[in-house]
């Protein structure tokens, strides 16, 4: 027989005979010959209630079963008489697949965020994280659904690269040499006796590789991990984030802001749609405002604001940051949030940039000042997404690329591709856990990723 899901179970419109489900005891109790157990197989937030009784075979044993013990039942689901669920399973036989011990770490009580990130292997049984991973593998769907049905190619960025796309230079270094033993030359390590020959790092960012390949296909995106070694113990970073990265051909800023805003809308729209019973768990535990703020998201013109703008705005509120504001600072976390949470209460997109603030590839403005560079900032969260026109020109990016120092030998195939072909293009990266924040109300970006990777933290 084969075995059905929970949530199918759940939203079956009739009674069924001949049932068969496996999942993890939440609870169990007993009352007069009976033992009810609450099974959940992962498939969706509500459990299923099996009802047990004498006539199953190993009845004795049943009474014996633990919180978070597997099994395996067969039966027929029936109308519940109970309150607050519709159906219930009547057990003709329940396998025994493992006992936990009475020290199973989730009884069933409230446990802390803090607690569960000790014991990440096991977070994924409670209600929280399992609701926040099921959303975690739906608005990935969304993302690949969204991209397909507008004609972009999904490419596959490398995670090894000899560049530095945003010239942080926070970087993993990726090696295979003898540590024990490091060549050196000058004093310095020798690299060209490494695996590659030179240094080489964890990428922290596929869009180098993404332009390429629009130059190419047209409209392409990337969506993978990427990786800082920022020594920040902040809520907001991890050293391991995944980025949604798509790269537009014969695209200018404007229609890279159009596409940012309607992918944003597109995703929180299909969480609104089809994760609602998980979401339902963060409105009423988590966050009571979070679906107000989604409509609001969905609902909303995104205001267009030039960096110039933002500034003379947040100088000008009479409010008191931590962070002080002038003309050629990059807006911090509460000056974003300030603008979508208290003055425009909506999301706002804010563009040309100093050039002195972003790196060497984004496109120069006709001033000369600014660049072609957007950042769209959402209540709660601020930076969502930042993404520029790239620059097209072969002698300006060649200009730009001495001014800053960059080595062109490094980057002398990303000329190449100036000097073969060139054409106008845009693109952006999402922050992935950053949009899942955003869509459960979850302050801490440790707790919407199954494993965070932080500094001093590498298990599981």
Known sequence: MKRKKIIHILNSETPWDNIHIKGWVRT??????????????????KNVQVVADHSVPNYNDVEKITTGSAVSIFGRLVASPGKGQKWEIHAETVDIISIAPESYPLQKKRHSDEYLRTIGHLRPRTNK????????????????????????????????????????????????????????????????????????????????????MALALGDVYTFGPTFRAENSNTARHVAEFWMIEPEMAFCDLEGDMAIAEEFVKYLTAFAMDNC????????????KTLLATLDTIISSDFLKLPYQEAVDILKNTGKK????????NDLQSEHERYLTEEYFKKPVIIFNYPKEIKPF???MNNDSKT?????????????????SQREERYDVLESRMDELGIAKENYWWYLD??????????????????????ITGITNIRDVIPFPRVPGQIEF
């Open 28 to 45: 169990r109790r007993s009352s007069k010959g009976f033992s009810f157990l609450e099974v959940n197989d992962g498939s969706c937030l």
């Open 129 to 212: 994280y399992g609701s926040v991973f099921r959303i975690r593998s739906e608005i990935s769907f969304a993302a690949h659904q969204f991209f397909r049905d507008r004609g972009f190619r999904y490419i596959h960025s490398p995670i090894i690269t000899g560049s530095d796309c945003e010239g942080a230079g926070e970087m993993f270094r990726v090696t295979a040499l003898d540590l024990e033993n490091i060549p050196k030359k000058n004093g310095k390590t020798d690299f060209i006796h490494d695996f590659f020959g030179k240094e080489v790092n964890l990428t922290v960012s596929g869009q180098l590789s993404a332009e390429m």
């Open 276 to 287: 609602r019973e998980d979401l339902a768990l963060f409105s009423t535990f988590v966050d």
């Open 321 to 328: 940051f931590e962070y002080e504001i002038n003309y050629g």
């Open 361 to 363: 590839y984004m496109r």
């Open 371 to 387: 660049v072609a560079a957007m950042d769209l900032l959402v209540p709660r969260i601020g930076e969502l997404v930042g993404g």
């Open 417 to 438: 591709s100036r000097r073969f072909g060139t054409v106008p293009h845009s693109g952006f990266g999402l922050g992935f856990e950053r949009l899942l924040m955003l």
